[in-house]
């Protein structure tokens, strides 16, 4: 099925730190999520981005909804430990009958040993 | 309220025995999705229900995988001849609404299926 296209891959962070990903397609979505995913937990919705060009913060994170309505990122800024985890972007176009996600392949954060 | 609830939350079968997830969405959720999500991989959609109405089944990837939601609530994903290929996380989601402004998913624990 169709993934979008999301990195780095994996990443390591240390306490205080400022983290970027980034998520792109070859689709238009009209909504980008980023959620975050615990083990053993489903995804948690983090961000949602309805209009182009949208800039939204929540607390330490940002995210914008590109211009192109082809690409979003995320930042989160000053990094804690319970940062760590998977984060993916997901697109949508809502309407009608449809509305299903599509996901990345998610951005694994781990602490730096 | 309660949030979105699936049960099993672990299911080890055998390859070719039948399985039944179970999802239970927020309660007046209109809307009911299922994924897949391999191992290292992103949710995959499979199928979505707006209240009793299955209006998506592109996702499923065969004829073995099917979903029912006969009363608008809870719904069941059946796996019949379960293949090792299935073995996945299986997560549901409900939204309340379905048209209009873009509404958002929230996501059940998942089942965790492992077929031997």
């Known amino acids: 099925g169709q993934q979008l296209n999301q990195s780095p891959q994996s990443m390591f962070i240390q306490e205080g730190e400022d983290v970027s990903m980034n998520c792109t397609s070859s689709s238009i979505f009209n909504t980008w999520l980023w959620y975050k995913q615990d083990p053993g937990e489903g995804p948690v919705l983090l961000i949602a981005?309805?209009?182009?060009?949208e800039l939204t913060s929540n607390g330490r994170l940002t995210a914008q909804f590109g211009i192109t309505r082809k690409d979003s990122f995320l930042n989160i800024s000053a990094s804690i430990p319970s940062d760590v985890g998977i984060y993916f972007c997901a697109g949508a176009n809502y309407g009608g009958s449809q509305g299903n996600l599509i996901f990345g392949k998610g951005t694994k954060l781990s602490v730096k040993p | 309220g309660a949030g979105v609830s699936q049960s099993p939350r672990y299911k080890v079968a055998k390859r070719g025995q039948d399985v039944a997830l179970r999802c239970d969405p927020i309660?007046?959720?209109?809307?009911l999705f299922w994924y897949q999500q391999a191992l290292g991989q992103g949710p995959e959609f499979l199928t979505y229900f707006q209240n009793e109405a299955q209006l998506d089944k592109s996702g499923l990837p065969s004829d073995r995988f099917f979903a029912e939601r006969p009363e608008g609530s809870v719904s069941t994903l059946k796996i019949q001849r379960t293949q090792q290929e299935d073995s996945a996380v299986y997560l549901c989601a409900s939204s309340f609404r379905n048209k209009g402004p873009p509404e958002t998913q929230y996501f059940g624990p998942g089942t965790r299926l492992l077929v031997l």
């Open positions: 309660s007046g959720h209109v809307s």
């Open positions: 981005l309805y209009k182009a060009g």
